[in-house]
């Protein structure tokens, strides 16, 4: 079954855009079914919600209270399973034959409600939610990616995803060719014919540097390759990336979106745009019959949904990393907040940049908000001059110095987390980074003196206070 947010088409049905389904309804063509639709699967948007606001998509995309309750919060389906009426609807369920649910490992009606809202926020014509950001990006990859091919990276990354590419991919048979993301034009020379994409974090983390996005994806579409982003730090609310020539964007849910440090989430999100037909050579998955899934060709079948559908049928369904209905559902209070917390976040991250810049004991600041750092033309071009709210920074006396320092704090959590609404400290070369060897540190530009600041939604003067009271101890 497949979960598709699709944008109204021109057709009306009682004073409503009718959202058709029409790449389910080819696959159940093809496989000579007779199913119309599945509508508990689409999002039958009234006329005029597609021109709300982000504010307003936030808290109502996906959703509206539900015909047997009419409960206005959306319902927590806390179930493994779905009982079949008999045994015949449970073969009608399997061949697509009718609507419904089946296992909760591949959907779930309050998952589905978080997809659709953050593919609405997106721009996107379909979402995935996962376990886990980490899961997001393994799946993205898998799902056009085997053993032989190569993809291309930005080598400044999360700590996490660093070693994903740096090692766990290499032995799955899956190459990974970093390059600097000052030097786009190095793209030309890594990619080749098995590369399956590229893939880049919109703002990075923990450098919080700024990706020059339109220009990547302008190389890369060149060769005929996807770019992948990582748009976690800088959320929907502040970039969207298929703007910029994005083709899949993931998120981890468990940071600014969820927001609150209570869950643990992932998302994909398919702009629908990549032209995966065009390239059947390099993208054999999408464009050859898979046996595993009723022989279906996902390219001819599902057109522009192609990529989000066999992301679902086949990495989730067989690897099994699924999102727990209690996550999304706490997911979805944070995200109703969102941009709210985004301005908070952002206006408490710049004051606190500046000042950091200005104190005696502080060697550096990295934050693109401040308007002479190197990239504070592209933070102007991409975010408005609001680069999310991670900040780093180094101290006098190096790793002694930032050590003293991250001890001394009282107001600020020591923790490897980011996007929550209380205020995080960590020291990256001895936590997320803490596997890289100096090479890898070096490359992923991880200091031993870099501090990583992810700046809360508290009242900016108290944050001041504690920083100003732990840098005493440097």
Partial sequence: MISLFLKPRPERKHGLYHQKCYAAQKICTILNKICARLDQYLTHVDDVIMTYKDETLAIHAGYSPEATTKAVAVPIYQTTSYAFDNTQHGADLFDLKVQGNIYTRIMNPTTAVLEQRIAALEGGIGALALASGMAAITYAIQTIAEAGDNIASVSTLYGGTYNLFAHTLPKQGIEVRFFDYQNPEALRQIIDDKTKLVFVESIGNPLGNIIDLEVIAKIAHEYGVPVIVDNTVATPALLKPFEFGADIVIHSLTKYIGGHGNSIGGVIVDSGKFPWGKYPERFKALNTPDPSYHGVNYVEVLGEAAFIARARVVPLRNTGAAISPLSVFLILQGLET???????????????????????????????????????????????????????????????????????LQLFTRLVN?????????????????????????????????????????????????????????
């Avoid at 004991?361 to 750092?373: C, E, I, Q, T």
């Avoid at 408005?384 to 110095?401: E, M, N, R, T």
């Avoid at 070096?442 to 001041?464: F, P, Q, T, Y």
Wanted: hydrophobic share 40%; charged share 25%.
């Fill in 418 to 474: 980011i996007g929550d609404a209380k205020s995080l400290a960590c020291h990256p070369a001895t936590t997320t980074h803490r596997q890289l060897n100096a090479e890898e540190l070096k490359s992923a530009g991880v200091s031993e003196d870099l501090v990583r600041l992810s700046i809360g939604i508290e009242h900016v003067d108290d944050l001041i206070a504690d920083l100003e009271q732990a840098l005493a101890h440097v």
């Fill in 338 to 408: 969102l941009n709210l917390r985004m301005e908070r976040h952002t206006e408490n991250a710049i004051k606190i940049a500046e000042y950091l810049k200005q104190h005696a004991k502080v060697k550096w600041v990295n934050y693109a908000g401040l308007s002479d750092h190197p990239q504070h033309h592209l933070a102007q071009k991409y975010v408005k001059g609001k680069p999310s709210a991670i900040l780093s920074f180094g101290v006098q006396d190096g790793l002694a110095g930032g050590t003293r320092f991250i001890d001394a």
